[in-house]
């Protein structure tokens, strides 16, 4: 069965320092893997994706995602976080055309 | 903007009413998929579309939710005899290409409560 875990309901990260949010997944076959993001009262915007290749993929807003096979983890960080990136962010597979979602890891970026 | 657009934004209904919505896609995407959102959850699948073909639906989808999409452009999706339990934020997206290495497009959702 496929199925996108998200271990951490919150990270909190202070402004300028680097963040990670962490998933990892299970799926039959070769995983194609996405990372989405949900700001309030609006709808979930894509922000990277991994299909094959590099192990590093970078997305949008300075985000990248590291893919390791052995782990089975598909990891979100940024460098520097900017208090701007406080929102919702979650993983998901795409397994035969259809997405499994994690349940979302909170992301608050202080001042 | 030419995302994709669901209409009404918020639903309230009554326990054993009918509600539909519907789903504009992004013009060029012949997918659409809807989605259904509880507090604390990812989004869960419900059903999609290849064009106007239904081409496959979640077992959460009861007998009570039928989705159409009949011209292959905008997606209704009807909830007949609505139980609170159907209380939730319903999702559509859509993606250009047919494969699972494409992204989705997300509307903004239709957020329905059942008193």
């Known amino acids: 069965a496929q199925s996108v875990a998200q271990p951490e309901d919150q990270v909190n990260v202070a402004e300028g320092n680097p963040l990670t949010v962490k998933c990892t997944y299970s799926?039959?076959?070769?995983?194609?893997l996405f990372w989405y993001v949900q700001y309030p009262n609006r709808g979930l915007q894509f922000l990277l994706k991994?299909?094959?290749?590099?192990?590093l993929v970078k997305g949008s807003y300075g985000f990248e995602a590291e893919f390791n096979k052995s782990q089975t983890s598909f990891h979100l960080k940024k460098p520097s976080a900017l208090v701007s990136d406080s929102a919702l962010y979650f993983c998901?597979?795409?397994?035969?055309?259809?997405?499994?979602f994690g349940s979302g890891t909170k992301l608050n970026v202080k001042p | 903007d030419t995302g994709v657009s669901q209409n009404p934004r918020h639903k309230i209904t009554k326990r054993g009413q009918n509600v539909t919505f519907r789903c504009d896609p992004i013009s060029e995407h012949n997918r659409l998929y809807w989605y259904r959102q509880t507090l604390g959850q990812g989004p869960e699948f419900l059903t999609y579309f290849q064009n106007e073909a239904q081409l496959e639906k979640s077992r959460l989808l009861s007998d009570r939710f039928s989705a159409e999409r009949p011209k292959g452009s905008f997606s209704t999706l009807e909830i007949q005899r609505t139980e609170q339990g159907d209380s939730a934020m319903y999702l559509c997206a859509s993606q250009t290409g047919q494969g699972a290495s494409y992204e989705q497009y997300f509307g903004p959702g239709t957020r329905l409560t059942v008193t």
């Open positions: 991994y299909i094959t290749g590099d192990n």
């Open positions: 998901a597979v795409n397994n035969f055309n259809k997405f499994y």
């Open positions: 799926v039959s076959g070769n995983p194609y």
